[in-house]
């Protein structure tokens, strides 16, 4: 069955350090996702990905945040500075095409910055 | 009228009991309603989901009832086992435009043997 993988599973980092989360969404999927969840609490939306370019993006999802899709699979979510506050699980999703709402989602990045 | 509200936040039943996990939301605007799983450590699985055009839908023990009026739908788990034992997230998704989910705060379930 086709899933979502993501690198690295874990990744610790210095504050201030830029750190580059890697995502290979399902392979036809169109619509990508990053979420995020901080220890404990809800799974928070950070920014939608479709047709080469961001479709929607939170409030948490600030100029220190990018994303990427480099080639025809992989799909990357850049943090530039990171901060004590970034620390958290990064989840990537994907979903099919336009009417198909489930979202797929991959085993996460626990992020700690120190 | 974004958020999606979900109780109880921590659930204890007993083997072989019901499960029931409730969500409320405000944005009528919502289109679709899934109910995720999620074991320590790994990412959301989808579960089970709904339409608002559909009052119940089940699948094998898991069962959501959705009450389009009251704005509410809850999650239902027959015969609950110890292998349910997990964090369930509801979400609603406005179900156009970028069709991202607003989750809810999540429930911790624990089945006890």
């Known amino acids: 069955e086709p899933e979502v993988t993501q690198t690295p599973s874990h990744q610790v980092t210095q504050m201030g350090q830029e750190v580059i989360l890697r995502c290979v969404p399902i392979s036809n999927h169109l619509y990508f996702y990053w979420y995020r969840q901080i220890l404990g609490q809800k799974v928070e939306f950070l920014v939608s990905?479709?047709?080469?370019?961001?479709?929607?993006k939170s409030e948490i999802f600030d100029d220190q945040f990018s994303v990427e899709r480099p080639d025809g699979s992989n799909f990357t979510l850049k943090i530039r500075s990171t901060k004590l506050e970034d620390s958290a699980m990064y989840f990537c999703?994907?979903?099919?095409?336009?009417?198909?709402?489930?979202?797929?989602f991959g085993p996460g990045t626990r992020l700690l910055v120190l | 009228q974004q958020q999606v509200k979900q109780s109880p936040q921590s659930l204890i039943v007993q083997k072989g009991g019901i499960s029931i996990i409730n969500c409320a939301y405000e944005n009528t605007a919502f289109d679709y309603f899934p109910w995720y799983q999620q074991f320590p450590g790994k990412g959301p699985a989808l579960l089970i989901a709904?339409?608002?055009?559909?009052s119940e839908k089940k699948e094998g023990r898991f069962t959501i009832s959705f009450n389009k009026s009251a704005k509410q739908f809850s999650l239902h788990i027959m015969d609950s086992q110890p292998g349910d034992s997990a964090t369930y997230f509801c979400?609603?998704?406005?179900?156009?435009?970028?069709?991202?989910?607003?989750f809810g705060t999540g429930t911790r379930l624990k089945v006890l043997a």
């Open positions: 999703a994907s979903s099919g095409r336009t009417g198909e709402w489930t979202q797929y």
């Open positions: 709904i339409r608002p055009d559909v």
């Open positions: 990905f479709y047709n080469n370019e961001i479709s929607e």
């Open positions: 979400a609603a998704s406005l179900g156009s435009g970028t069709y991202k989910y607003i």
